[in-house]
């Protein structure tokens, strides 16, 4: 009987030692399944946010640009930053600025939007245009998230494209 007895504790020793080890290989894998989750949520929202952030920055462009067509000064003056509205200090400045440097932006004939980044608080946008004479530029917007969580552009500058249209 004496043997009986040590066998029962070995044994439960064993046993417990064995649940141990699958307890702890269970709360791993619980462990890693949770972090799979987290990570593909955080990474679900932040496309979203990005997508948001896209669709929301491209509106502002087109906005503008739509301005600049109508010759609505002070509606494209409206999509700046403050700082660039201080900068030129009223809309009539701003748009003398934009026709003498900026034409293709002013009237172009074709926007096409081909590349975007974004940090959350700014964002680039690539933009190639076609100008009146059939000139192909790339133009990129820099954008500014405001604290009221709307954007507004900060800067564009303009490179005339290497390659010639076809």
């Known amino acids: 009987m004496s043997n009986q007895t040590k066998e029962v504790p070995r044994r ?7 649940n141990s080890f699958r307890q702890r290989i269970w709360k791993l894998w619980l462990l890693i399944f949770a972090a799979g989750l987290v990570a593909a949520f955080t990474a679900s929202l932040t496309h979203a ?3 948001g952030d896209r669709r929301e920055t491209r509106a502002v462009i087109e906005a503008q640009l739509e301005a600049f067509r109508q010759d609505d000064g002070p509606k494209a003056f409206s999509y700046a930053t403050p700082n660039v509205q201080t900068m030129f200090g009223d809309a009539e400045t701003f748009m003398q600025m934009v026709r003498e440097g900026y034409d293709v932006v002013v009237k172009p004939v074709t926007v096409r939007f081909v590349k975007f980044e974004t940090d959350g608080s700014n964002a680039l946008h690539a933009v190639q245009m076609i100008d009146r004479q059939k000139t192909l530029w790339n133009v990129y917007y820099v954008l500014q998230k405001r604290p009221d969580g709307s954007w507004r552009i900060s800067s564009c500058e303009t490179e ?3 390659t010639d249209l076809i």
Do not use: C
């Open 160 to 162: 005339k494209a290497e």
């Open 49 to 51: 946010d990005e997508t």
């Open 12 to 18: 439960k020793y064993r046993l417990d030692k064995e």
